[in-house]
């Protein structure tokens, strides 16, 4: 029972997240964006094709994000400057990023069993015994990071823009921001957090 519960905590720390960056275009955009479903599995391939190319964890992590951000940036665009509705918008990145993530990973499946992930790194680096452990430490650990981080960027004139256009875009436009380029930078955001 025990295990279970651990397994759920290492599990749910890491997902976590995930939900932070969905609340972000759920909530805070009131934009209904389906990229998150690819965005999260094109983090997975580039993380992993990245690891088994020889590439430090931690940077490949980096590149993931780099590349959920580039993700949020096609549906951004294609909802913003080409006028498709937020839906269709995310339903084409999300279609198109299925033939590009298995162009990423050249075949369907990479294993990492025997490759040093951050999992690994750090359960070698604190002695841990599971890499369960590790997850529940590191997923504490970025999950406050990434808490503290949007929390000061929501509190700043841009993040402010982003929340507002969210609630009126109208009204946003009307007081000269424009809400393109805040609706663009919101979707790079949480497709950025959700890879």
Request: charge should be negative.
């Amino acid at each position: 029972m025990t295990s279970i519960l651990i397994s759920a905590l290492s599990q749910g720390m890491l997902w976590a997240i995930m939900a932070i960056g969905i609340h972000i275009t759920y909530r805070i955009l009131n934009i209904s964006d389906l990229t998150s479903e690819s965005a999260f599995a094109l983090g997975g391939a580039v993380v992993a094709t990245a690891i088994v190319l020889g590439i430090d964890p931690i940077l490949a992590t980096i590149l993931a994000t780099i590349s959920g951000g580039l993700a949020g940036f096609v549906t951004g665009f294609l909802h913003t400057k080409l006028h498709i509705p937020s839906l269709l918008a995310g339903i084409l990145s999300m279609t198109g990023l299925y033939s590009v993530n298995l162009r990423i990973m050249g075949k369907a499946n990479i294993p990492l069993n025997m490759s040093d992930t951050i999992l690994t790194k750090l359960s070698d680096l604190l002695g841990m015994a599971r890499d369960r452990d590790a997850a529940i430490l590191l997923g504490v650990i970025v999950a406050v990071i990434v808490i503290v981080l949007l929390i000061w960027f929501f509190n700043t004139e841009f993040g402010f823009s982003i929340v507002a256009t969210g609630s009126n875009d109208q009204m946003i436009r009307a007081n000269g921001v424009n809400s393109d380029l805040t609706i663009m930078a919101g979707l790079m955001l949480s497709n950025a957090l959700i890879a």
